[in-house]
């Protein structure tokens, strides 16, 4: 091997290990602790992409531009394979960083709790008294195992944290669907970090879209409407 491409080589992995830095932070953004799915705390691979997801959000990156190791079990493999084989609708919607994050900041603050959004609806489920499963064709509902399948947690049971947090009332309308402002904070956190301007919707299905920042997808499910929604922004 000549000088030349010694150094160019030490260059490119030079570069790689920096961008692994990047996108190993950026999934463990979107790793989640659930007391149902222990898989899901830490970033996984599957063939030559690195996944993470909290089952609300998920982020799939090249391999190659990560330093995770885990390989990811059978059921696991096949919920995310999936995901992935099923998205229908393709998309090509641009939006812009800056415009999210000024509606971001329009939201107004109130105090945090724990296990419940501002009008005392429970977390886990927004208040629907039940979450929901989604394998394949199949789609099964059950009674919150947080709230009881009440929807609500009475005011002397509600942990306060201290802090103040935007109003989980206020949601972004995309495509006809609905969602929290953590997930888009989170797109914009990641559109940041990668030095890129604008976000893409590439896809959707049934109740989620995918989009794409720089190398990495990530899957948004979208938050079934409720009386008490204030959309703050409005595309197409
Ligand atoms: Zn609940």
Known sequence: MS??????????????KLLSIVYDDLLNIYTGYNIFREWMKTPFIIDD???ATDAHMLMKVPKKLTNVTKEANKNTRESIKY????IQLPLNIKINVAELEK???????VNEYSDID?????????????VRWEYKDYREY?????????GRIEEKHRRKTGKKIKNKNHLFKIDGM???EKYINNLVKVAKKLDEKEIVIISKMQSSMMVKIKDA?????SKIPTENDIVVFHYA
């Open 142 to 150: 059950f009674d919150c195992p947080k709230c009881n399948g009440q």
């Open 49 to 51: 992409f690195a996944y």
């Open 103 to 109: 509606q971001i900041n329009t939201i107004p603050l």
């Open 3 to 16: 000088t030349k491409t010694n150094i160019k080589t030490e260059k490119s992995n030079e570069l790689y």
């Open 217 to 221: 997808e990530i899957l948004l499910i």
């Open 83 to 86: 995901l992935f084989d099923n």
């Open 178 to 180: 609905l969602f929290l």
């Open 118 to 130: 501002i009008k005392g609806n429970c977390n886990e489920c927004d208040g629907d008294s039940t």
